[in-house]
């Protein structure tokens, strides 16, 4: 048996750039970390050699590959061309919650189906081998960071080049600044699963209107000067950061946000918040915030107020990893 345990990811500032409508014109970046909470993929030798085994939401036992229900399943054992083979996933997190928990899922099925035939792949192999199954294979309407950030692990600036290349460069964050950032982040559910495909899809025919394009562009920099900010030991501008680049995210597509999305942020910031967003494309999911420690009681009872759950986490550094083989 061969277990792989892949994390989920928080962007912070810049998504949407890593689409190629708005990198093949010019470079975006994302700034953003992965967290301790994970994928799980198992795979071992099924007992019928000439059958398939698939357990994640549905369980499916199929004669051939191409009978598989589930897209990224059927395309990566395709791709592998493996047979008599059972494979389970578990998650910490729901998908549609604006996590990545797709490309997390194709993450640690591709490094653990390497293993399994025996191949040692690298983070960089891992992040681009995911995103060809997603967007080249699958034709999913998605962006390039969720791949290299459940790949790589850690605090990142994560650039998409205009020749299609990924850059991934670690944020230089001292281990007292990341205790405080990592105290200071609060994580709400709302609800509302999604699938981000029709807003993505949305985003990207919008990213040629100029004004969509020169919001994409500001976030950008926002990358840049939160990056800054960080390496600096200056949290204080975290929050403020964070709210400049919520307030232009929502310009890039209708659904991004809902009244009760743009109510519980606001409940936020009336209860002392500096600053925060909702993770994914949009439409529901998670609610982060920047806040001091002092006023995490009031943010958590407004929370409440508006039926969002508190959701703890913490930031990781290890991205993709193998923590069983037994051959």
């Not at 190629?20 to 992965?34: D, I, N, R």
Request: aromatic residues 8%; glycine residues 10%; hydrophobic residues 40%.
């Amino acid at each position: 048996m061969i277990i792989t345990k892949t994390p989920f990811r928080i962007s912070f500032v810049g998504g949407g750039s890593d689409l190629p409508a708005f990198f093949e014109k010019q470079k975006g970046a994302v700034l953003s970390t992965s967290i301790n909470k994970y994928m799980y993929i198992s795979t071992h030798k099924y007992f019928e050699a000439d059958k398939v085994r698939c357990k994640y939401s549905l369980t499916e036992t199929v004669d051939r590959i191409e009978d598989l229900k589930h897209p990224i399943l059927r395309t990566v054992l395709s791709d592998f061309n493996l047979n008599g083979i059972e494979v389970s996933s578990i998650a910490d997190i729901p998908g549609g919650t604006g996590m990545g928990s797709s490309s997390s899922f194709t993450v640690g099925l591709l490094h653990n189906l390497n293993t399994y035939i025996g191949h040692e792949v690298s983070k960089e192999s891992l992040g681009a081998g995911a995103c060809r199954i997603e967007i080249d294979l699958l034709g999913e309407p998605i962006g390039k960071q969720d791949q290299y950030a459940a790949a790589y692990g850690g605090l990142n600036v994560i650039e998409f080049n205009t020749d299609g290349t990924v850059t991934v460069e670690p944020v230089n964050i001292s281990p007292e600044v990341r205790d405080q950032l990592d105290q200071n982040l609060k994580l709400y559910y709302l609800g509302n699963q999604r699938s981000a495909s029709a807003i993505l899809a949305e985003q990207k025919k919008n990213t040629s209107a100029e004004d969509k394009f020169k919001a994409l562009e500001t976030m950008v920099g926002l990358v840049y000067k939160l990056r800054d900010c960080i390496e600096a030991g200056d949290l204080d501008s975290f929050g403020a950061l964070l709210h400049e680049n919520w307030l232009l995210k929502q310009r890039l597509a209708s659904g991004i946000t809902t009244p009760q999305i743009t109510n519980t942020y606001d409940a936020g910031l009336a209860a002392g918040a500096l600053g925060g967003k909702l993770l994914g494309a949009g439409g529901g999911g998670f609610m982060l915030f920047y806040a001091p420690e002092n006023v995490h009681g009031a943010l958590d009872a407004a929370m409440h107020s508006v039926g969002a759950t508190p959701f703890d986490f913490n930031m990781e550094t290890e991205g993709s990893k193998l923590i069983h083989i037994e051959r």
